[in-house]
């Protein structure tokens, strides 16, 4: 009976370390997908206002924290950039860091934890507020399109076709933001922003640009946690 056995083991011991060695890579690479799958599960939260999901997925006390400070260094920039003594321009610096307060508050919300994941971060403006839904301004586009589309077939007065219309953007590119995603390090996740960017061409570092970041909870958890907002 022993040698009977003696084959089997050998057969089953390398079958043991396969399986050991897919499952650990499975681990690893489910480990390296987390922050991808978290950040896809707040976007879907956050648009559809599913506060419930998004407070396992977003670190509120740290989110604010970190608006309180970006919106604080954005305002001291503006103070800064106008090189005046102007004793009025220090009261209004006085001003502005009390409105820091409620827009803090009004982006550590699902309006605006939805905002800033849809490329819309805060400006520091007095009275600011996250858009609550982009469905009115997706309607209007395609009731525009549709008024284009009867448009063009309808014919001139004078019996000629109609010319075709312009074609939007044609001379001027989009600018649209350039979103990348990636790690930092091995407990911190950045989304960023960059307005204006074109393929094919370096960024320069005066254009708008902001970067979410999400850091790590635990083996597989992944929050929202700060913003790098740039003025």
Do not use: C
Not at 73 to 82: E, P, S, W
Not at 146 to 175: F, L, M, T, Y
Request: no cysteine; aromatic share 6%; hydrophobic share 40%.
């Amino acid at each position: 009976m022993s040698t009977s056995s003696a084959p089997s083991q050998r057969w089953l011991k390398p079958v043991a370390i396969v399986m050991v060695v897919v499952f650990v890579v499975a681990i690893i690479g489910y480990s390296y997908a987390t922050p991808y799958i978290a950040l896809n599960r707040i976007k879907r939260a956050a648009d559809a206002r599913d506060a419930a999901t998004l407070n396992q997925y977003v670190d509120y006390p740290a989110l604010r924290a970190s608006l309180k400070g970006q919106l604080g260094d954005m305002l001291q920039k503006r103070i800064d950039a106008q090189h005046s003594s102007n004793p009025l321009l220090l009261f209004g610096a006085v001003i502005g860091q009390a409105l820091i307060s409620p827009l803090v508050d009004a982006y550590a919300t699902p309006d605006g934890v939805a905002a800033l994941l849809n490329g819309m971060p805060p400006r520091g403006e007095p009275g600011e507020r996250p858009p609550t839904s982009t469905a009115g301004v997706e309607g209007n586009t395609g009731a525009n399109t549709g008024a284009g589309a009867a448009g063009e077939q309808a014919p001139s007065a004078s019996g000629q076709p109609p010319a075709p219309p312009p074609v939007a953007g044609a001379d001027e590119p989009q600018a649209r933001p350039e979103t990348t995603a990636g790690y930092r390090g091995i407990n911190e996740f950045a989304v960023t922003w960059q307005q204006g960017g074109q393929q094919g061409r370096q960024h320069s570092a005066d254009e708008p640009r902001y970067a979410a970041i999400l850091q790590r909870h635990g083996l597989f958890t992944w929050k929202l946690a700060a913003v790098e907002l740039n003025d």
